[in-house]
């Protein structure tokens, strides 16, 4: 009887996951020593200036064809987009950022270019209002699910998607790169158009 059970999953949340080539993270560990960074408070969770890719621009031509085959790969095929935001981070040993989401994105790319990563976590806020703990735990029946990237692992999720890192308990700063991309040109139909221009 259980050979004849499907689970469809419904609405599923989809996230795009690539390796990219060693030459990008040789880029990027020696561009990490030349960049200045700054938090806001006590924040353990420091960054770059939010216009990296466009102090690089051959870089963002690269991640630009990176975006464009993820983005086939969902179904967008023909939609044009751009990057508008883009920076590296810097995370302290022993220290982890608070859940965030990244507003007025579509979609929200990060690249890892170290050998030693924390995790990201994914939250789902969505909670059903009757809770029960499963025994089998999967993507299914989460709220919560853990990603340990690899170097060279580059992933990009909906930007509403609530997120974070776990602790760096490792002894060096945990650097990535990150950016968000918009939609470019008109977007959906009849009253529900908008242009967002190229």
């Not at 051959?58 to 967008?76: A, R, S």
């Not at 299914?140 to 609530?162: H, R, T, V």
């Amino acid at each position: 009887m259980q050979n004849d059970i499907e689970i469809l999953q419904l609405f599923p949340t989809s996230l795009c996951s690539i390796n990219l080539p060693e030459m990008v993270s040789d880029f990027w560990e020696k561009q990490v020593q030349n960049e200045n960074f700054y938090t806001e408070g006590d924040n353990p969770h420091w960054q770059t200036e939010r216009t990296i890719l466009e102090n690089n621009l051959e870089m963002k031509e690269f991640f630009l064809v990176v975006v464009k085959d993820c983005l086939d790969q969902l179904g967008y095929v023909d939609q044009k987009f751009k990057i508008t935001t883009s920076w590296l981070t810097a995370t302290e040993s022993k220290t982890s950022p608070l859940y965030h989401n990244h507003m007025n994105s579509w979609y929200s790319c990060v690249y890892y270019f170290q050998d030693s990563c924390s995790d990201i976590i994914f939250k789902n806020w969505n909670k059903r209002d009757i809770l029960v703990i499963p025994t089998k735990v999967s993507v299914f029946n989460m709220y919560e699910w853990n990603i340990s990237p690899q170097k060279n692992q580059f992933i990009m999720f909906p930007s509403n998607l609530y997120h974070k890192i776990s602790e760096n308990t490792s002894n060096v700063t945990r650097h990535s790169l990150a950016f968000n991309i918009m939609p470019s040109g008109k977007v959906g139909h009849a009253d529900s158009m908008m242009d967002y221009g190229e």
